[in-house]
């Protein structure tokens, strides 16, 4: 359900991410605005970067995986997603994270993903995720479907 796949220098992207954070559009969900945040990275078509993004690491990371409907995901403190299913795996890079948060897919498997990786979650399954702390958690996050 979670594999872990490479080896991440999440601080160069978090540096980008920094200098750039001000200049994206949010779309914010849950009634107090502290539930999630999203930034699409991607235009409608699913594919080509926003101009922001281009030429910085998060574009780099974009392409090694080639991610479609790539986003910067942010989890609000004590904050659950929905149970879902998406139609894609997803590549998930943990950008801000602490002990609290987790992958929790309904057949029984609860997962902390730590920063300095990447990780393939087969999301088609039924899952959640959840942030039991204070604090914000930040992923990038893009469909896989090749």
Same mark, same amino acid.
């Given at each position: 359900?979670?594999?872990q796949l490479d080896k991440i220098d999440h601080l160069e992207i978090l540096n980008d991410f920094?200098?750039?954070? !001000?200049?994206?559009?949010?779309?914010?969900?849950? =009634?107090?605005?502290?539930?999630? #945040?999203? @930034?699409?990275?991607? %235009? *409608? $078509?699913?594919?080509?970067?926003?101009?922001?993004?281009?030429?910085?690491?998060?574009?780099?990371?974009? !392409?090694?995986?080639?991610?479609?409907?790539?986003? =910067?995901?942010?989890?609000?403190? #004590?904050? @659950?997603?929905?149970? %879902? *299913? $998406?139609?894609?795996?997803?590549?998930?890079?943990?950008?801000?994270?602490?002990?609290?948060?987790?992958?929790?897919?309904?057949?029984?498997?609860?997962q902390h993903v730590p920063v300095g990786y990447s990780y393939l979650i087969d999301s088609t399954?039924?899952?959640?995720?959840m942030n039991g702390a204070n604090s914000w958690r930040l992923h990038l996050v893009g469909d896989?479907?090749?």
């Amino acid at each position: 359900m979670i594999e872990q796949l490479d080896k991440i220098d999440h601080l160069e992207i978090l540096n980008d991410f920094y200098k750039l954070e !001000k200049s994206l559009n949010w779309d914010i969900y849950g =009634l107090d605005g502290n539930q999630s #945040k999203q @930034c699409d990275l991607q %235009h *409608k $078509d699913e594919r080509s970067i926003i101009e922001q993004i281009s030429e910085t690491s998060i574009e780099k990371y974009i !392409k090694y995986y080639t991610l479609y409907r790539t986003r =910067l995901m942010w989890l609000g403190p #004590k904050a @659950c997603y929905s149970l %879902h *299913k $998406d139609l894609y795996k997803r590549i998930h890079i943990p950008l801000i994270t602490n002990d609290q948060c987790f992958f929790i897919f309904k057949k029984g498997l609860v997962q902390h993903v730590p920063v300095g990786y990447s990780y393939l979650i087969d999301s088609t399954l039924e899952h959640t995720a959840m942030n039991g702390a204070n604090s914000w958690r930040l992923h990038l996050v893009g469909d896989k479907r090749s």
